[in-house]
């Protein structure tokens, strides 16, 4: 079965936003592409949405640098409204980082799958994709 | 041993530790200097002295100084050290430190006052070396941590800021190999555009940026605030008329510096245009400059009434490159990273204080000592 995932993706660089949409429309990868600029955005959906489980997205690809909230602030945030949510979400932090306190750091969070360095390339986008169908079923 | 042996070796001790001794009758009003004392007051051994003699010697600068010394010594009965200069008759200038234990009679009163007085020139000029020596040391240290952080901001901001858009030309590029319509392909050009400027405007931020570096010996001038606040207003004209901003300011307290005109305006250009673009959609903007001294250093404040910064989250990375706080179509991230550049090149350094919704002020507080150069 295909395309049944929302993938969102929350990176304030309008075009990374458009590369990586359209990427995931090329490789027929999600259901539904959920974007935001920054992680309060992000957040204020998922709070908007907490009970609308298929609403919620399945993967998402988190950037760090972002003005008002950044990945690190967003995790946070996440990490307290995660009981509430009712699905399994992989959280992949994508970014052009290369600083090793930053990798570290999205290391420690348990929450966060990897650490992407951008940019992120369409066999990557689809190992990701595939990893969370065999996670799945 | 004889007198006479003591008499030599006391007075071979004083010539060897620049010491010479000295005692004052206060009863009698009469002055007794040893061979040495008069060496080190440049005098004849055995001239005529009083104690207006010695008074006479000490340095023009000193004499209040000594005077109360002396009242003090008279009035507590106790001769405390005392430090300063004395001035020969050939204008040789000295420093002496003076010591003294005082003699009193049955009813606690001074008889006679003994004491050492040895030159310490040499001493304090060497202690002095060491001073200055210490004093370049530390500006050196303060000038290679600069040019430290400044190194490691520059691998940071090419890590960052050069990264992201040279992965989005790749992302970019991808896209057009696999892009079938003619349609695509010109919606992906505009892209190519848009990150190939974005790119420009980076590097031209970085070579600006480099440029500071380098010019580390700038030609000041005595400028006015008046004068670049004046010349601000009419760069940012129509910003202003169009929000209907108040910018008001007070240079009472110290109107001129001695700076870069060229950082001076880009300081002034940077903060009021911020303090005007982030204001806050509830009221007009008012801006408010002034100058104060602090600790002997310029201090120049930017107030205004805007948006503010929520300095908790964003604080450690207000100055850096590209760094954006609010959802603005105009906010680029490069304005505070060169203010603080420029700031930093010369000596001085800029923070903010801010509250959400209520505003935000920036201070800079320049630096007044840096005439001395580091080594």
Redesign the interface.
């Known amino acids: 079965m295909k395309n049944l995932y929302n993938i969102c993706v929350i990176d ?5 936003q ?3 949409s ?2 995931i429309k ?1 490789y027929d990868l999600a259901n539904e592409i959920l974007i935001f ?2 992680g309060e955005e992000a957040l204020d959906f998922f709070i908007k949405n907490i009970d609308n489980t298929k609403d919620l997205p399945d993967i998402i690809l988190l950037d760090i ?1 972002m ?4 990945g690190f ?1 967003f995790m946070e945030e996440y990490i307290k409204l995660k009981p509430r949510v009712g699905k399994k979400i992989l959280i992949y932090m994508v970014s ?4 090793p306190s930053d990798i570290r750091r999205a290391e420690m969070i348990s929450e966060i799958s990897d650490y992407i360095i ?3 390339e ?1 066999g990557e986008l689809v190992e990701i994709v595939e990893s969370f169908r065999r996670n799945i079923s | 041993m004889n007198c006479c042996k003591k008499k030599y070796l006391l007075n071979f001790a004083e010539k060897i530790t620049m010491t010479g001794n000295w005692q004052t009758n206060v009863i009698t009003k009469t002055v007794k200097w040893s061979a040495n004392f008069y060496r080190i007051m440049g005098l004849e051994e055995n001239t005529e002295v009083t104690f207006n003699t010695y008074l006479e010697h000490v340095h023009p600068e000193d004499i209040e100084r000594v005077k109360l010394h002396q009242q003090n010594t008279l009035k507590n009965n106790k001769f405390e050290d005392l430090v300063h200069r004395i001035k020969l008759q050939d204008g040789t200038v000295k420093i002496v430190r003076v010591r003294a234990n005082i003699n009193v009679n049955e009813f606690g009163d001074i008889i006679d006052i003994i004491g050492t007085c040895q030159d310490i020139t040499e001493q304090k000029a060497s202690e002095q070396k060491i001073i200055q020596a210490k004093e370049n040391l530390i500006v050196l240290t303060q000038h290679l941590s600069g040019q430290n952080k400044q190194l490691e901001d520059f691998a940071h901001i090419s890590s960052h800021n050069l990264r992201s858009p040279v992965s989005n030309l790749n992302a970019l590029l991808h896209l057009y190999r696999i892009s079938e319509t003619e349609e695509e392909r010109e919606e992906l050009f505009e892209k190519f555009e848009t990150v190939i400027s974005h790119l420009t405007t980076t590097l031209n931020t970085l070579i600006e940026a480099l440029k500071t570096k380098k010019e580390c010996e700038k030609e000041l001038e005595i400028l006015e605030f008046d004068h670049i606040l004046r010349k601000t207003k009419e760069i940012i004209s129509q910003k202003i008329s169009g929000t209907n901003a108040i910018i008001t300011s007070d240079f009472s307290k110290t109107p001129k510096i001695k700076y870069d005109k060229t950082y001076l305006e880009s300081i002034f250009l940077n903060l009021v245009s911020n303090a005007v673009k982030y204001r806050s959609p509830n009221r007009a903007p008012e801006v408010h400059i002034k100058t104060e001294i602090i600790d002997g250093k310029i201090k120049l404040t930017f107030q205004d009434n805007g948006l503010g910064i929520d300095l908790k989250k964003h604080g450690h990375k207000l100055f850096g490159l590209n760094k954006t706080f609010h959802r603005h179509p105009e906010a680029k991230g490069v304005g505070l990273y060169l203010t603080k550049v420029q700031i930093e090149s010369m000596g001085g350094k800029i923070y903010a204080t801010s509250e959400v919704n209520k505003g935000s002020v920036f201070t800079v507080i320049f630096n007044e000592n840096r005439h001395e150069e580091p080594l």
């Open positions: 304030d660089d309008k075009i990374y458009f590369t990586i359209k990427t090329v600029s920054d640098n003005p008002i909230m950044d602030q052009s980082s290369v600083d951008k940019p992120i369409p």
